[in-house]
């Protein structure tokens, strides 16, 4: 087995006490998944993200990134492993300059500055925004930012990329650049969105969620084409798979 992968065994989670948000889910993603997790809102989605990460913790089940267990003690190294890219890419943005918030991170990390300009450099050519490096954050685009956003992610080379709706209120070019992005990704990811046709054309795997479990886990070919699944589960069929 690769050393890339993640471990979810029983895992529940909630808010508020008798309102489980998510309810004993067992699953396991492996190095060159790409995965979509798709639910109506409430479904749990973003909150399963969360947990991955550990910016919420579970009280109930286990989380195992890589082997290692997803605890308060262990956050550090959870996220040398794995990059988060929030649906709000003003939650990520902070600098001044495109370059100076992508070189935050291996910077805070006390990486010597000829390694933060390689890493800055390559993570900006794998987005295709090199040409932006200099430009104030405040004067960025909706897709730029979110380009940047994962361009701060990779620039700490990841094993694994986290992205709750990344192509929330992109426009038809930044969405199509976004795909690209995330299609040249050679490791583990997951995206949770309401886009389903953007699902579709990033993901080798789909994991559908409602009331906080898990109601199916297959390929889009199968899932994605199910009109009476998706229905049932407050979703619609892809526009492109409608049309045909």
């Known amino acids: 087995m690769s050393h890339i992968h993640i471990d979810i065994s029983g895992l529940s989670f909630e808010y508020e006490k008798g309102h489980p948000v998510l309810d004993s889910i067992s699953v396991s993603f492996h190095e060159h998944d790409s995965v ?15 947990l ?19 605890e308060k003690n262990t956050l550090s190294k959870i996220r040398e492993k794995i990059g988060y890219v929030f649906q709000d890419s003003d939650t990520q943005l902070f600098m001044t300059t495109v370059q100076d918030d992508v070189a935050f991170a291996p910077r805070n990390y006390g990486l010597p500055e000829d390694e933060v300009a390689r890493r800055v450099a390559r993570a900006l050519d794998l987005v295709h925004i090199p040409h932006l490096a200099g430009k104030p954050i405040y004067k960025l685009s909706g897709g730029e930012k979110k380009l940047a956003s994962i361009a701060t992610i990779l620039s700490m080379t990841p094993d694994i990329i986290l992205m709750d ?80």
Do not use: Y
Request: aromatic residues 4%.
């Open 165 to 244: 709706e990344p192509s929330a209120a992109l426009d038809p070019k930044n969405r199509r650049s976004l795909i690209h992005v995330l299609n040249e990704f050679d490791h583990l990811r997951i995206i949770t969105s309401h886009d389903l046709d953007f699902i579709w054309d990033t993901c080798s795997r789909v994991v559908l969620i409602d009331a906080g479990r898990i109601i199916a886990d297959g390929i889009p070919d199968v899932i994605l084409r199910d009109e009476t699944l998706l229905t049932a589960h407050g979703l619609e069929l892809p526009l492109s798979l409608s049309e045909r």
């Open 36 to 50: 979509g997790i798709i639910g109506a809102n409430a479904a749990g989605k973003s909150t399963f993200l969360k």
């Open 52 to 70: 991955l990460v550990g910016l919420e913790m579970p009280p109930q089940g286990s989380i195992r990134i890589e082997e290692i267990p997803v």
